[in-house]
């Protein structure tokens, strides 16, 4: 995946689909593309992944906050919803193996009175399933509670329910689509913004890009322009049209990590009903532990801060139900994600409201998806092509991304961490690391770290220099945020050990880059202020 490469052709070429925006929706959509055989663009403002798709729970999941809602309301959308995500599950976890896995989830149960509550409405998450079923949902006693999660509070405890859902690597796996698009023929560029949309005859024909390095200006023209920009969606829309209505609201999501003690290794926990009615996940994640999240409604920004209010939230309601303190000190890192819905503007509560995505296509032909979550990136992508294909008035041809493997995939095998051992050298957690950031590439990154970039960028974690160069020469990694936060997710899971890694980070890529001093400076300082 060459950057600069797809640059070139995005000055030179027209295309049949171009794409706007390099989250899950975006990439998945020029995956979808390309792989069809279409010739298909993709600019992203930022860097693939740096807005909302590299800030979730990192679930693959039908959604149990959702059925609950379904039932609840009687609501056919948030049943579908449930239902397709469920489906969407399945294949994610046989294309992206090992960014993905399967996870075991205890929700405890302090009142007898919930038991049959939650086992049924889990036992209707398990028939929503069907084969995709990952495993049967049962209720275990309390002592079987406190073995599968021992820092549960045991006071009161009856028992729990356990149930299965899919669990990755979200920025990891937004990068390999990514990646995987360039591979079917896709162009892909980061760090390319759109300001403007090219009109002939009142139609949308293209679009005027910035390249946010050289600052150099073009147009780029397409038979059909998808706007995914999540949270962004109304930006792109208003360039349209000035005057449109507002499609999509925002919430905003904060997680927090805390160290690996706070969880088992390979166990999750969900905590079913918050003091304002909602859900919290406590999740093992890159060998620490993922807590979230919030939901409130929230204002568009590029870099949403995890408030001190909304980490005292978390922290309190998990505090509740362990056994062990949980204190601010112990927070290593926290972040924000913007959610966006599809929604009326004015509904109070986006608690309420639905993540289902819908496809809208304006009078001049600017076709918008918006909506949606991780889990049902490949069906939105999907829908989003056939759409595509009726406004081009293209022959229709069949999305084939269901039994497409992300890179990585195809010759993933769990045994890769014993073999990256054996011929490489590599410590346990490196390898085991390597393989499951990487698949069937990790032997790429090890064979730079063997070229002399076997170093450490944190004696705490084991991310190495080499990934620094790979993530460069095959991933469009720019900046050392790019690196920090999506290559590699240091940032995300201790952000003091991020911002000492940064000069070291900085120098690499200055070197690989051949950055210029002004360059290499500017980089540093806004990198620190975004890591901080």
Not at 7 to 32: R, Y
Not at 204 to 217: A, I, P, R, T
Not at 432 to 452: E, F, P, Q, W
Request: include cysteine.
């Amino acid at each position: 995946m060459n950057r600069e490469q797809s640059i070139e052709s995005l000055k030179t070429d027209s295309f049949d689909i171009l794409v706007i925006g390099g989250g899950a929706t975006g990439t998945g959509i020029a995956l979808d593309a390309a792989s069809r055989g279409y010739k298909t663009a993709l600019v992203e403002a930022d860097d693939f992944s740096s807005g909302t798709s590299s800030r979730s729970t990192k679930l693959i999941h039908g959604g149990v906050r959702y059925l609950e809602a379904a039932v609840k309301h009687f609501d056919r959308s948030q049943f579908n919803l449930v239902r397709d995500a469920l489906a969407e599950r399945a294949i994610f976890l046989k294309i992206a193996p090992h960014l993905s896995n399967p996870l075991p989830l205890v929700t405890p149960l302090y009142n007898w009175l919930e038991v049959p509550y939650f086992m049924t409405g889990l036992k209707l998450y398990d028939w929503l399933a069907g084969k995709a079923n990952l495993a049967p949902s049962k209720f275990v006693d309390a002592k079987e509670a406190l073995h599968k999660f021992p820092m549960l509070e045991p006071k009161g405890l009856r028992g729990a329910v356990i149930y299965y859902d899919g669990q990755f690597d979200d920025a990891r796996m937004n990068v390999s689509i990514a990646k995987t698009a360039d591979e079917e023929g896709a162009k892909v560029a980061n760090h390319v913004k759109v300001i403007a949309l090219e009109k002939e005859n009142g139609k949308v024909v293209g679009v005027k890009l910035v390249d946010e390095f050289s600052s150099e200006s073009w147009i780029s023209k397409a038979k059909v322009v998808i706007n995914a920009t999540g949270p962004f969606t109304d930006n792109i829309r208003k360039l349209d049209d000035p005057d449109c209505n507002t499609m999509v609201t925002t919430s905003s999501g904060v997680h927090i990590v805390l160290d690996k003690e706070f969880s088992p290794p390979h166990t999750g926990l969900l905590i079913p009903e918050t003091e304002d009615g909602r859900v919290l996940f406590l999740l093992p994640w890159q060998g620490q532990t993922i807590v979230g999240t919030t939901d409130n409604p929230a204002k568009v920004t590029t870099n949403p801060e995890a408030t001190e209010k909304e980490i005292e939230y978390i922290l309190r309601h998990v505090d509740k139900y362990f056994s062990v303190p949980v204190e601010r000190k112990d927070v290593k890192a926290a972040w924000s994600g913007l959610r966006p819905l599809v929604s009326d503007p004015s509904a109070a509560d986006t608690a309420e409201l639905s993540r289902d995505h819908i496809i809208n296509i304006s009078d001049s032909g600017l076709l918008t998806i918006a909506g949606g979550k991780w889990t049902t990136y490949r069906k939105m992508a999907e829908d989003a092509v056939d759409q595509a294909e009726k406004l081009a008035q293209f022959k229709h041809v069949e999305s084939e991304t269901d039994k497409l493997p992300i890179a990585g995939g195809k010759g993933f095998s769990s045994s890769g961490t014993g073999y990256l051992q054996e011929h490489y050298g590599l410590e346990l957690d490196i390898a085991n690391h390597l393989n499951h950031s990487y698949g069937d590439r990790a032997t790429d990154v090890a064979d730079i770290a063997k070229n002399g970039w076997s170093a450490k960028l944190s004696e705490k974690y084991p991310y190495l220099e080499a990934e620094v160069i790979y993530g460069i020469r095959q991933e469009s990694a720019r900046t050392s945020r790019d690196t920090l936060c999506r290559r590699t997710r240091l940032a995300f899971i201790d952000s003091a050990e991020a911002l000492k890694a940064l000069p070291r980070v900085n120098e690499i890529m200055a070197s690989e880059l051949a950055w210029s001093p002004e360059q290499a400076a500017k980089d540093l300082e806004s990198s620190r202020e975004y890591l901080k």
